[in-house]
């Protein structure tokens, strides 16, 4: 059975920083892309960055570039997010989420293209 753990968000004041973690278990980790997503209350869930198995091809949304980071360790099954510079408007609850690298269509943006997610986990910028 597949398990994916968040940890790492918390309150924190506008321009700080966090990391957060997501511990894989249950998945052969290196064959699957990772992704983390975010939720706002009343908005849907958007992508907010994904890497691929290997750890060699990122992508970013828009609204995050050169202020948060997504790196992975395949020998600890671990994703990161490093979130600088935050800002108000990235208050969500972050998920991870792992997709089957195998299959077509590289590392897509839609959260229904991912197939198991954690529980989430908390982030609140304060301004």
């Known amino acids: 059975q597949v398990h994916l753990v968040e940890s790492g968000g918390g309150l924190v004041q506008a321009g700080g920083s966090l990391r957060l973690s997501c511990a894989a278990s249950?998945?052969?980790?290196?064959?699957?892309?990772m992704g983390w997503f975010r939720q706002a209350p009343g908005k849907e869930r958007e992508l907010v960055t994904a890497?691929?198995?290997?750890?060699?091809?990122?992508l970013y949304a828009d609204s995050v570039k050169g202020r948060f980071t997504i790196s992975r360790d395949n020998a600890k099954n671990t994703v990161y997010l490093q979130m600088n510079n935050l800002k108000p408007e990235d208050t969500a609850i972050y998920y991870c989420?792992?997709?089957?690298?195998?299959?077509?269509?590289?590392?897509?943006?839609?959260?229904?293209?991912?197939?198991?997610w954690g529980q989430g986990t908390q982030v609140t910028v304060s301004s």
């Open positions: 249950g998945l052969t980790f290196g064959s699957y892309a």
């Open positions: 890497i691929s198995g290997s750890g060699q091809t990122a």
């Open positions: 989420a792992a997709r089957d690298q195998l299959l077509p269509g590289g590392l897509p943006n839609l959260a229904n293209k991912y197939h198991y």
